[in-house]
């Protein structure tokens, strides 16, 4: 009975198992060749790019065409450009202009008020200038002592120091009238080369009188130009 179930067996596992093999067996075929297939237009399509890539001619960059139209507008936007330059320019240069007329117009008016000022004092300081006129006229006789070698004329004028009371009232108008640097610095040299006239003329050295006179009457001179008392004193 055993024997049998197994030989009724074989039949029946051989047919049940014949359609599932002939279904594999056929469908296996269908799968690869859509397999292939997909493979296949992927292959064209690669193909048929490369021949089209192949085929179609380099791009050639287009030549620049430069037409009269174009050249015009180049040449007028150099020249707005250039004009708005040197537009900057004259703007920058008239306002330092501005400036430096400005600055040039103050200084005229300080130096101006200055002056004014000056001519204030000299205009009402008649003893002082009655102290300078007095030198004027020491200054000249003692020049013209120094000038003949007559060195005791020449000390009878000045005195034995610079301690007399006419270099004394000349130093109280230079202090009251000097106000800037240069007319103080100029004092300073008249002093200075009155003392060696002094002690030149004291110690009967002609040569050394003359350029100690030579060196006071200059310095002095100096003074009154830039004090303004030029024409306001006689022997000058």
Do not use: H
Not at 6 to 22: H, V, W, Y
Not at 129 to 141: A, E, H, I, P, R
Not at 173 to 182: E, G, I, R, V
């Amino acid at each position: 009975m055993a024997t049998a179930f197994l030989l009724t067996a074989k039949p029946f596992l051989s047919s049940s198992s014949t359609p599932s093999s002939l279904s594999s067996l056929t469908n296996t075929p269908v799968l690869l060749s859509c397999a292939q297939q997909k493979k296949c237009n992927a292959t064209r399509s690669l193909t048929l790019c490369k021949t089209l890539s192949d085929e179609t001619p380099p791009v050639t960059p287009s030549p620049v065409i430069i037409t009269k139209r174009s050249l015009s507008i180049c040449f007028l936007t150099s020249f707005v450009f250039s004009l708005a330059s040197r537009g900057n320019s004259s703007t920058n240069a008239a306002i330092l202009e501005a400036d430096d007329d400005e600055e040039l117009m103050e200084k005229v008016k300080r130096d101006r008020k200055k002056r004014l000022e000056k001519q204030g004092v000299i205009s009402s300081a008649n003893q002082e200038k009655g102290y300078l006129q007095d030198l004027v006229y020491k200054l000249s006789k003692v020049g013209q002592a120094i000038d003949k070698n007559d060195l005791s004329t020449a000390s009878s004028v000045l005195g034995g120091s610079t301690d007399t009371d006419w270099v004394r009232k000349a130093n109280i108008a230079f202090t009251k009238l000097s106000s800037s640097p240069d007319e103080k610095t100029q004092v300073d040299t008249f002093n200075s080369s009155l003392a060696s006239l002094i002690s030149s003329v004291t110690g009967n050295d002609i040569e050394s009188s003359k350029t100690a006179f030579v060196s006071s009457a200059t310095a002095f001179e100096k003074w009154t130009a830039l004090t303004g008392l030029v024409g306001q004193l006689k022997g000058l």
